[in-house]
């Protein structure tokens, strides 16, 4: 019979021409394997059918998997979708994961992350020392957050005055930063002029406001589960302002565009990986199914030879090879199976990178064997 769509248990290939056309010659090669016309066969097309729709099947779920193991990394957080429209596709390269991972270290020195960071004040009374900041702060939380309980985490308490960057100039000769612009006014033959790198600024103006913090300031704090502890105790009633950050959940998107990642890809199980195209696969891939069908073919063949261990003839009976057939078929599968991940295993794109760079080292090797051109004048 002719292959129609809807042939195939599953039909995820049916409509593919290509698929069409080989599944009818795919028929008639297992028949041939398997021995007809000298021996009874008793596949029938829709058992061919169902066998090559099962091949292209572990065919497109083996080259996914080792596809997401190359580059799973490029596709986290990206949208799921239908779950299908990335395979066979080279992913651009990115850095995504790494920075998600950075985020908390970064959030951590005040630099950057993803959870935002609150600004708050008390106020100071005479003669008090200590400051439950969790305590005083519960309102707010109450009324912002709907949590009176949600635990915060200070991060900067401004007890100092603000420093000003161009304060670091003030002990430094103007003559040595030859006027700061070049534009000196007189100097004197003895005089020394040094052209200073920019980093030297920069660690001047570090080394001041450490000065000034350590050197010049006389107040300090202490945290300790959220109670604040000030050093010398306040004589005055004055605020006192902080920054904090809430506790995070990580099952919970921190803002709208952490969300849009939230519900991307996560892991191997929602990669948008559908099944391969059986038309747009090559000679290697093609060898690879038939094989494989024909395999899955021969086991179903032993099935149903293994259901009637011998035939009465005359003069005898015919002992039928149901369970070599099985047994063999199994075997070949394995193979194929082992074959192919063997073969991509060595094609992950890491693997690619390491033989890429050993060639540009050989190569490199082998161009210091040439010889050098002698000029002659």
């Not at 007890?159 to 100097?187: C, D, I, K, M, W």
């Not at 892991?267 to 494989?292: D, E, T």
């Amino acid at each position: 019979m002719a292959f129609t769509p809807g042939s195939t248990p599953f039909g995820l290939f049916d409509a593919d021409p290509e698929f069409q056309a080989d599944a009818d010659r795919l028929d008639g090669f297992v028949r041939l394997k398997l021995g007809e016309p000298i021996v009874c066969v008793h596949l029938s097309a829709s058992n061919v059918y169902a066998a090559f729709e099962e091949a292209c099947m572990d065919y497109s779920a083996i080259v996914n998997s080792y596809q997401a193991k190359s580059a799973l990394s490029q596709y986290l957080g990206s949208p799921t979708g239908s779950l299908s429209g990335s395979e066979n596709r080279y992913p651009s390269r990115n850095i995504e994961m790494q920075k998600r991972l950075a985020e908390p270290y970064g959030e951590e020195a005040n630099l950057n992350g993803p959870h935002p960071l609150y600004s708050g004040s008390i106020d100071l009374v005479a003669g008090q020392q200590k400051y439950d900041l969790q305590r005083l702060l519960s309102g707010t939380l109450s009324a912002s957050f709907g949590d009176p309980n949600v635990r915060i985490y200070p991060k900067e308490v401004f007890h100092f005055s603000p420093l000003s960057a161009f304060r670091f100039f003030g002990t430094t000769s103007a003559v040595n930063y030859l006027n700061s612009q070049f534009q000196f006014e007189s100097f004197t033959p003895e005089t020394i002029f040094y052209l200073l790198p920019i980093w030297e600024d920069i660690l001047r103006g570090m080394q001041f406001e450490t000065s000034n913090r350590v050197r010049r300031s006389h107040y300090s704090f202490e945290m300790r589960n959220n109670e604040l502890t000030l050093y010398p105790c306040p004589t005055e009633n004055m605020p006192l302002f902080f920054t904090y950050r809430l506790a995070a959940d990580p099952t919970v998107p921190a803002n709208e565009q952490e969300s849009r990642s939230f519900a991307g890809v996560s892991n191997l199980s929602n990669v948008p990986f559908g099944n391969i195209q059986y038309g747009k696969l090559n000679s290697i891939g093609r060898a690879w199914i038939r094989r494989m069908a024909f395999a899955l073919a021969k086991e179903i063949e032993g099935q149903i030879r293994a259901k009637v261990s011998s035939i009465p003839i005359p003069n005898g009976d015919l002992t039928l090879n149901g369970p070599e057939l099985i047994s063999d078929a199994r075997a070949e599968m394995e193979a194929l199976r082992g074959e192919l991940k063997e073969l991509l295993e060595d094609m992950t794109y890491d693997k690619l990178a390491e033989k890429e760079a050993a060639m540009a080292e050989s190569v490199e090797r082998t161009i210091q064997l040439v010889p050098l051109g002698i000029f002659v004048g």
